[in-house]
């Protein structure tokens, strides 16, 4: 395939950035996205020229690295997908396509498509540690947990931490993300002994990064490569609700 690729180049954080057109040629349906970049990168090497920066690690969908604006879709066309895992074949020959780096005031880019996500380090660091002595792997069924707790905690578990959810909120909100991190936990036997402070200090660390308020609109879990859910978010509403009221708080304050 012959494609066009825009790209968004932008050489620091205090660069004002624009978009790039490049030409790549040849490109194998089975490439993945990823390689694609790989290929263009190469041939600007080899011209003298400055190679696109983009975030990526694993390339198989599971740390959360890579994240791209696809056009206009975080992660790509292709559902349940992240970008490291979009082949090319979703494409076709003459596409024009655009790649820009996470749009969210609490992901400042860095350069070209890479953006600084350490304000999700801080709303997991805010959740702090359980107190529940673990040590080493308890006997099957030794702490009865229900079936639904158990699949709905792993649902939550399952998420990367990518930040197409901010990406993709009109809002810039992280709160499936939190979400997430605060149901994996709350709905286990040791995660209960800090679970009101936990949400508590989570959502506060959300807001003081930057990320704005949820409102429902649903397009965190359109574009979630784990498949999150919204119920997700209705959960920590309803722990945080919760230890709020336990800490003493009026409604609405």
């Known amino acids: ?37 790989d290929v263009l990168n190469e ?42 895992q979009l082949h090319m074949r979703q494409f076709s020959d003459g596409d024009t396509i655009d790649i820009e780096p996470w749009r969210a005031r609490a992901f400042p880019v860095i350069k070209d498509l890479v953006v600084n996500r350490n304000a999700f380090d801080k709303i997991i660091a805010a959740g702090g540690y359980i107190t529940a002595p673990t040590g080493s792997a308890p006997e099957a069924h030794s702490v009865p947990v229900a079936k639904a707790n158990a699949d709905a905690a792993f649902e939550s578990a399952a998420c ?7 990406a993709a909120c009109p809002n810039g909100s992280g709160m499936l993300f939190t979400a997430a991190k605060v149901t994996q936990l709350g709905l286990l036997p040791q995660g209960q002994p800090e679970r009101h402070t936990r949400v508590i200090g989570m ?20 574009v979630c490569p784990k498949g999150i859910p919204l119920t997700t978010i209705g959960r920590l509403n309803r722990d945080y609700l919760a230890a709020t009221a336990k800490r003493g708080d009026t409604p609405g304050t």
């Open 160 to 166: 990367i931490g990518c930040g197409a959810c901010v």
């Open 1 to 37: 395939m012959n494609l066009t690729l825009r790209i968004w180049r932008q050489s620091g954080p205090e660069d004002k950035g624009r978009m790039v057109t490049y030409q790549v040629d040849d490109v194998s349906p089975d490439m993945s996205f990823l390689e694609m970049l």
């Open 43 to 84: 041939r600007l090497i080899l011209a003298g020229e400055e190679p696109v920066a983009f975030d990526h690690d694993c390339r198989e969908g599971i740390c959360g690295m890579c994240g791209l604006m696809i056009n206009g879709d975080a992660h790509g066309p292709q559902r349940g997908t992240t970008a490291c």
């Open 203 to 222: 959502v506060d660390a959300h807001d003081e990064a930057g990320f704005g308020g949820c409102t429902n609109a649903g397009e965190c879990t359109v």
